[in-house]
Structure formats: C-alpha cells, structure tokens
C-alpha cells in the first residue's frame, strides 16, 4: 500500500515536472489530501516532508537528463522545474556532494552510477561506462582543446545564464506576488546554546522584532504562529516564503556565553534567491533591550520601507528600561505563548501560572511596565475562560484590574484593549462597548490574530455574518495553521447555509487538530443539511465512539437511520438526552441542544419549551445559545413572542434581524 502510494505521487510530480510552481499545496490538491496529512503519511514513511520529496524527484530526474546529456546545466535546471540554475546548482550538490557539471565531464572518470526512479518511485543504479583518453601526449592535447572551449563556453555562457536567470525569476518567484511587495516572514530564532533552558531569550527577541516591524504600515508581516507552524518541518526559507506567500525572510539565532549574547540575523530576499544582509550583535545578557528595534530598523531600510516618524518612535519605543524584568518579561511571555498554542494538545495550566508569577515579578521591579500588566491581565482572562481557575468571576476580575492599569499607563496598549474587550463581552455581554475595545485593539494592532478571533466570535453572536466572512478571510490570511479559525470559518459558512464550503473548513481543522468533538458535529449537521444521510450517520456513530469508547451504539444508530432517515436520527438524539443521557457534548441531556435538534425537525413548540429551559438551567450552553439571533436553524421561531422574550432577555434584540421562516 505504502509503495502504490509513493509511486501514485511520484507520478503527479513528474507529470507536473517542468512547472516551478507545482508545490506542496498543489501535490496535496492533485492528491486528493489535506498539506498536513500527506505531510504526516510521507513523514511515517519515508522520514521525508513534502517539499523533500517533491525536490528529491526533481533532482534525480535531472541526473537522468544530465547522464542523457539532454541539456546545458541550465537548461535541466529548467526541466526539471527550478527557478534558477543557481538554486538548482545549490540544491544539486547539497544532495549529491558534487555539483552536475562534474557529471557531465568525460575524461579522469571511468565509472559512474546513474540514479533514476523506477515505477516505485524509488532509486535505482546502473553502471555507466565512460570513455576515458589515455596516453600523456593525447590527454595533453585535449586539455588544451578543453581549456581553450571551456574559456569560450565561459564567455558565451556568464551573460547568457544571467539573462536566463534574470528572466526566470521574473517567471519563477514566489506565487501571487510581485517583486515590489514588502511581505515578510520571520523564523522562530534558534537557540544555539547547549543549554534549552535559553529558548527563552530567542523567542522573545525573535517576538519583539516581529512586534517593531509591525508598527511599519508599509510591510506586511506573517504572524508569529504561523512562522511557528515551519519551526521544525525542515522546509527551506524560500519553501517557508512560498508557502506563506512572502517575498522575504528573516533568520535568525542566539548564541550565549555566561553573561555574554551573541545575535544574528540573516536577511533573505527568496523573490531573487538571495542574502540581502547579514548581521551580528553582540551584548551583555543585561544589556539586549533595545537590539531588537535596531534589527527591525535595519530591516525596514534594506526593504525600503517608507516609515513615518510615528512608527519609527513607536519602534524605538523601549517597553522597560529595566533588564531584570524585561528578562522576566520574556520568560512570561514564553510560558504563556506555549500554553495558547493552538496546534499544541498538551496544554498546560501549569504554563499560564507560571506566567503569571513571571509577569507579576516583571511589575514588581518596574512598576511602569505596560506590557508585563497586559500579559498579566491576558494570562488571567485565558486562565479563567478556560475553566482553569475558580471562581471564574474572580479570576475576570484580576483581568479586568490589570488590563486597566496597563491602559492607564498607555492607553495605546493593544493587548490591554483586547483583554477589556473579552470580558466586556464574556461574560459581562455588553456586545457594542466590547466590540468598540476590540476594534481599537485590531487598529493599534492590525496582524494580532487573537484579536480578529474574538471579534469574529462577537460577530458570531450579533452579526451581521456578512461582516463576520470578511474578517474571516482576513484572520485566515493572517493564520491558515490555526484550527481554531479554520472551525470558526465552518460554522460561518453554516450560518450562511453554504454547507459543502463548510465541510471543506471542517475537513481543513480536522487535519489540524483531530481531537475537537465540537468539529465532528459540524460534519454531522452538515451532511444531515446536504441529505447525505448514510455520511451523517457514521459521523453520530464515530461521536459516540470517541466520547464513549465503546461501539455500543453503531447498530442502533444504524437501524434507526434506515428506519427513518435523517429525522430519525435527531428523534433519537432528543430521546437520548431526555431518556438516556450520555456523558458528553450534545447527548449529556443539556435543554438547549434538545431545543435545537427540534428546531431542525420543525417542532416549533418543543424547542420554545426546551429554550425556556434553558434559561432556567445554571450553565446554559451560552456557547451555542448565544448564538441563536445568527443560527438559521431557529428561524422558524424568529416572529414567536415567546422567542422574542428569550431574545431580549439574553441582550440580543436588536441583533435578531433573520428574516422568520
């Protein structure tokens, strides 16, 4: 099985061989799969990512054209679908320790083995037999012949291969992008000490030059999460560039001694395959703050970025002039960084606490510092609206006292305005004062991916959805690693009624994140819309086995679907939780999905009854019940005053605006 598989995608590649842009994206689409499950399959098999393979094919093809002496080296460059000769020849010798005009040279060689692929997809070797011109007088004389064509090849070739390279890299660069376009991606630094307890530091520098070079209006930057996604694929910088549509890249690295720091960073121009600035900075480990906005003003000047000098004061701007809470400060932000990531599954609550007692250590040496009570009031609103701290009020509460003290020391704090926007929202539903906080923040900061989260969610419950699409687009141009947005996107498009869309989101966060229950009753409402009755079935079943572990209800599931179709399904749904409650999401026996699944079935007066129960009940589902003025699914209780009632009850009159059925 595993060989069918490497030889069918052996076969698209070459099918697609001479085409530069053919990537990973397009591999996993002529495939059939998503980017990271063919990742993951080739990974399992053979140790390899996506872009490994498809340039190992390239460059033994080229091997078979060079031993056919098919071409100049130049011309198989262009065969076998690279961009440049030099990025070919680079890529060449990496993989073979020598370059290919030593293959194609005759004389000192007696044997060579020539690689191909066979059917498998895998290498082969043959032994090919080369002439070699022996006697001192004959190779004397040919090397003469050689050295007089080679200078002549030489001077005919230099000006031809640079018209041809300048040329394809007008052809061949980074899809959807000119060369004008100040796009950039900067890499996850590496720790380069011994020592993984520095990790640290490289985050946090690599996070704070990011964070300057966003003050630039005239760059656009890729986020930091989405760089973390390519921390340790293997990709390239031009792979990563091109996978994130950026036309330049930022490398970098720290290096400590003791008390000494080391700080380089490499300037990639991937639109022209090149370096465009290389740079060390070398301080005191007391003596980094200020290094990053130096870097990022270095970097805005070799891109020819047009600053205002608003954005260079907010670059140069130093959040503390403190190195021993700018160090706690750091620390902080990594524990809490790595607790929030979303592609993460075994986050921590442990992290959040201990950002918490970095940040508080932060403000105790410098009573000043804005973003240690920002991060302050972040780390307590996530520990609190992820249920890891009791009473959950008092927890918002602290969220509440430390963003505000950070908007009294700089109302400018787009963090800070973020957290005050959260929980005006949650759990205070003040939706238009919460709304105004999140839009100042996303103004101040307009790549915080968080922010556009929470302001997608606000207008999840409020809408109009039309709004919420827009900065839906956006969030996920921002982010396209982030499961989160990818299932906010598939229930977007489900308010929309654009089911198969939203079964392509849903498919997308599933192969980032398989492990969110709530995604797999999308899959089901969705094919129970699109009458795809035996998918939607399967999925009920595959719910129960996971929250269960047991397959002790795949029959009856089954039986009752082809008894009685999709509506049977939610009949036995409503049964289940009124009658036999199972301990998991939807099926627990909470009123307000017994109210939605008689919703779908047109049962206007049980799902009135089951609302108003709801309302009743202390915890009440306000995830999805919050979002009943936006779900068509309670359009048929649109114009019923007892609906009405809930609707204003909950706050969200005046946000009932879909028309009744």
């Given at each position: 099985m595993d060989q069918a598989f490497i030889r069918k995608l052996t076969e698209i590649v070459i099918a697609n061989l001479t085409n530069e842009a053919f990537g990973v994206k397009q591999l996993a689409k002529k495939a059939g799969m998503s980017h990271a499950s063919l990742h993951r399959r080739l990974k399992s098999i053979k140790n390899q990512n996506v872009s490994q393979f498809i340039r190992e094919i390239r460059l033994q093809k080229a091997m078979e054209l060079l031993h056919q002496n098919a071409g100049t080296v130049s011309e198989i460059a262009f065969m076998v679908g690279f961009r440049s000769p030099a990025y070919f020849i680079k890529c060449f010798h990496e993989y073979y320790g020598?370059?290919?005009?030593?293959?194609?040279?005759?004389?000192?060689?007696?044997?060579?083995?020539?690689?191909?692929?066979?059917?498998?997809?895998?290498?082969?070797?043959?032994?090919?037999?080369?002439?070699?011109?022996?006697?001192?007088?004959?190779?004397?004389?040919?090397?003469?012949?050689?050295?007089?064509?080679?200078?002549?090849?030489?001077?005919?070739?230099?000006?031809?291969?640079?018209?041809?390279?300048?040329?394809?890299?007008?052809?061949?660069?980074?899809?959807?992008?000119?060369?004008?376009?100040?796009?950039?991606?900067?890499l996850p630094f590496k720790n380069l000490t011994d020592n993984p307890d520095n990790q640290y530091i490289a985050d946090g520098i690599m996070e704070d030059v990011l964070n300057d070079?966003?003050?630039?209006?005239?760059?656009?930057?890729?986020?930091?999460?989405?760089?973390?996604?390519?921390?340790e694929t293997g990709f390239t910088s031009w792979e990563i560039a091109r996978e994130v549509n950026a036309n330049y890249v930022l490398e970098g690295s720290v290096r400590r001694y003791g008390n000494k720091i080391r700080i380089s960073v490499h300037l990639i121009d991937a639109y022209h395959d090149q370096y465009l600035w290389s740079a060390n900075f070398d301080r005191d480990i007391t003596d980094i703050i200020g290094v990053q906005s130096n870097i990022a003003m270095q970097i805005a000047l070799k891109l020819k970025a047009e600053i205002s000098e608003s954005e260079i004061y907010q670059i140069e701007d130093i959040p503390t002039k403190n190195p021993e809470a700018?160090?706690?400060?750091?620390?902080?932000?990594?524990?809490?960084?790595?607790?929030?990531?979303?592609?993460?599954?075994?986050?921590?609550?442990?992290?959040?606490?201990?950002?918490?007692?970095?940040?508080?250590?932060?403000?105790?040496?410098?009573?000043?510092?804005?973003e240690a009570y920002a991060g302050l009031a972040n780390s307590w609103f996530t520990l609190s609206d992820w249920g890891w701290y009791q009473p959950y009020l008092e927890g918002i509460q602290k969220a509440r006292e430390y963003s505000m003290k950070a908007l009294e020391i700089d109302p400018d704090c787009a963090e800070a305005h973020f957290v005050k926007g959260s929980f005006l929202i949650w759990p205070e539903r003040k939706w238009e004062e919460g709304r105004k906080e999140l839009e100042i923040s996303i103004q101040l900061n307009p790549n915080?991916?968080?922010?556009?989260?929470?302001?997608?969610?606000?207008?999840?419950?409020?809408?109009?959805?039309?709004?919420?699409?827009?900065?839906?687009?956006?969030?996920?141009?921002?982010?396209?690693?982030?499961?989160?947005?990818?299932?906010?996107?598939?229930w977007i498009y489900y308010f929309e009624d654009r089911h198969k869309e939203s079964l392509e989101a849903c498919s997308i966060a599933s192969e980032l994140n398989d492990d969110y229950i709530l995604n797999n009753w999308l899959f089901f409402l969705n094919y129970a819309k699109l009458d795809?009755?035996?998918?939607?079935?399967?999925?009920?079943?595959?719910?129960?086995?996971?929250?269960?572990?047991?397959?002790?209800?795949?029959?009856?599931?089954?039986?009752?679907?082809?008894?009685?179709?999709?509506?049977?399904?939610?009949?036995?749904?409503?049964?289940?939780?009124?009658?036999?409650?199972?301990?998991?999401?939807?099926?627990?026996?909470?009123?307000?999905?017994?109210?939605?699944?008689n919703a779908i079935l047109g049962n206007k007066e049980k799902s009135i009854y089951w609302l108003g129960r709801n309302m009743e009940s202390q915890s009440g589902n306000y995830t999805f019940f919050n979002l009943i003025a936006t779900n068509p699914d309670f359009d048929i209780l649109r114009s019923d005053p007892r609906f009405l009632a809930i609707i204003e009850e909950i706050g969200l009159t005046q946000y009932n605006t879909r028309k009744a059925k």
């Open positions: 020598f370059s290919p005009g030593e293959v194609k040279k005759t004389d000192l060689i007696q044997t060579e083995f020539k690689n191909g692929i066979d059917d498998n997809g895998s290498s082969t070797s043959e032994q090919v037999q080369v002439i070699q011109i022996s006697g001192p007088s004959g190779r004397m004389k040919l090397s003469y012949r050689i050295a007089a064509l080679t200078g002549l090849f030489v001077i005919i070739l230099f000006p031809l291969t640079w018209f041809l390279n300048n040329l394809l890299i007008k052809q061949h660069n980074v899809p959807g992008l000119t060369e004008n376009d100040k796009s950039i991606v900067v070079l966003y003050q630039v209006s005239d760059l656009r930057l890729i986020s930091r999460t989405t760089s973390e996604h390519f921390r700018y160090d706690y400060y750091l620390k902080g932000k990594f524990l809490f960084n790595k607790a929030t990531n979303e592609q993460r599954v075994d986050n921590s609550k442990e992290w959040i606490n201990g950002s918490i007692q970095y940040f508080e250590k932060a403000i105790s040496v410098d009573k000043y510092f804005t915080n991916t968080y922010a556009y989260q929470a302001f997608i969610q606000l207008l999840m419950i409020t809408g109009p959805i039309e709004e919420a699409r827009l900065f839906m687009d956006r969030a996920i141009e921002l982010e396209p690693f982030n499961w989160v947005l990818h299932n906010l996107n598939a795809e009755g035996i998918n939607a079935a399967e999925e009920l079943q595959k719910i129960i086995r996971i929250e269960t572990r047991s397959s002790q209800y795949d029959t009856e599931i089954m039986d009752i679907y082809n008894k009685s179709g999709i509506k049977g399904l939610f009949t036995w749904l409503i049964d289940i939780n009124i009658n036999k409650p199972i301990p998991a999401v939807g099926l627990i026996g909470q009123p307000f999905f017994i109210a939605w699944w």
